[in-house]
């Protein structure tokens, strides 16, 4: 007798993984549409899946069975003839989290005379409430352990990550400049005129492999002085020849590096940086810090200085794109040091606030980036 485990395929794919995960079947049945084909929602939950150890991409691992979601009566003959027939004598779960709701209706008039257990997970919760057998005890849910890392969670979705193998490697350069990054922000104010220096400098040089730097530049702050050989200048002289990761840090990732060191120190499932994403419409974007807790989604966009080319609201630009052109259920938080966010109150500007609400996102003020570790378990539950 083998493992069947039937699933209702809908755009939400995380509860249909949480549950294939849980119970490790021979074999899955994803009952699923035409549209959701279209959409390759199957193939994101299979490909998830691949992730951590369990592979079901072969026909002899999974059936799809396509319904028609608004015809009652497709949906119960096909699980009858395609599932019920095939599968009756083995020992079959299945999951009514996804799907439509005539799918659901459907699926539990059928299988509640042939399956030995109908599940259903209450989104976001991470857990699962038996449904069927009858007498049930649906007040106490079953656990779902498995955690999501960021790239398993895109991934679920349809979205690939575009520098997989740099990953690891990205973390790491962060991880080396930790005390550098902290340093900066606490002396933010005091080394802000000498790091819009070195933007003026550097800023059209991003992507280069290297980068020859000469500045005649006197630091006249004791910051200054002490930032300048933290960073390897050598007898105060701005002179150096600055690797892209150098270039960039000096530029504006010293930002997103802290945050990812302060989100570090919390207990978070997964957190990366610099991660970059395609679509399943081919558009590609990098992000700042991604993490996830519970398998939720959360994205930090950073902005250091004022950058000419950047409108007030308008750095909230990434995560509004997750969240339209990448289809992500995500929350953002948007980091800024540009002074230009803050009213004449000292508070943030409204329209800042606004566009913020817009895209389900939370602004710090700049004189409490310091303290973002504290800040951000604020709007995260879970976090320690």
């Not at 439509?100 to 299988?111: H, S």
């Not at 069927?132 to 007040?139: L, M, S, T, V």
Request: proline fraction near 2%; charge should be neutral.
């Amino acid at each position: 007798m083998s493992r069947i485990h039937v699933c209702l395929v809908s755009e939400q794919t995380i509860p249909n993984i949480l549950g294939i995960y849980h119970f490790k079947p021979e074999r899955v049945v994803f009952c699923t549409t035409e549209r959701m084909e279209q959409e390759k929602r199957t193939d994101a939950i299979i490909n998830t899946l691949k992730l951590y150890g369990l592979d079901y991409s072969g026909s002899n691992l999974h059936d799809r069975i396509k319904v028609d979601q608004d015809c009652l009566e497709d949906c119960e003959l096909k699980f009858k003839d395609e599932i019920v027939q095939k599968y009756g004598k083995d020992k079959l779960t299945v999951n009514l989290t996804g799907g439509t709701k005539i799918m659901v209706l459907g699926a539990y008039n059928v299988f509640k005379d042939a399956a030995e257990q109908m599940i259903y997970t209450p989104i976001p919760k991470n857990e699962f409430l038996v449904v069927y057998p009858q007498g049930g005890d649906c007040k106490s849910p079953v656990s779902l352990n498995l955690r999501l890392s960021v790239e398993a969670y895109v991934t679920a979705y349809g979205i690939k990550v575009k520098n997989s193998n740099k990953i690891e490697q990205l973390k790491s350069n962060a991880l080396k400049n930790k005390d550098l990054c902290e340093w900066m922000a606490q002396n933010y104010k005091d080394i802000e005129g000498l790091l819009i220096k070195f933007y003026e400098h550097l800023k059209g040089y991003r992507d280069d492999k290297c980068f020859q730097l000469k500045m005649d530049c006197i630091p006249n702050r004791q910051e200054e002085k002490e930032f300048l050989r933290m960073f390897g200048f050598v007898d105060e002289k701005i002179e150096k020849i600055l690797l892209k990761h150098e270039i960039r840090f000096m530029t504006g990732d010293w930002l997103s590096g802290l945050c990812f060191n302060e989100i570090c120190k919390l207990s978070v499932d997964d957190c990366v940086t610099e991660i970059k994403l395609i679509s399943s419409k081919g558009m590609d974007n990098e992000f700042d810090v991604m993490f996830t807790k519970d398998n939720a989604l959360y994205i930090v966009e950073c902005k250091s200085l004022k950058q000419e080319h950047d409108k007030d609201a308008d750095i909230l630009y990434k995560i509004s794109s997750l969240q339209h052109d990448f289809g992500l259920r995500v929350k953002g938080f948007l980091v800024s040091t540009a002074r230009t966010i803050i009213s004449d109150k000292g508070g943030i500007e409204e329209s800042v606030i606004k566009r913020a609400e817009q895209c389900k996102s939370q602004v710090i003020h700049p004189d409490e980036i310091k303290n973002f570790s504290i800040w951000i378990k604020n709007y995260v539950n879970g976090l320690t």
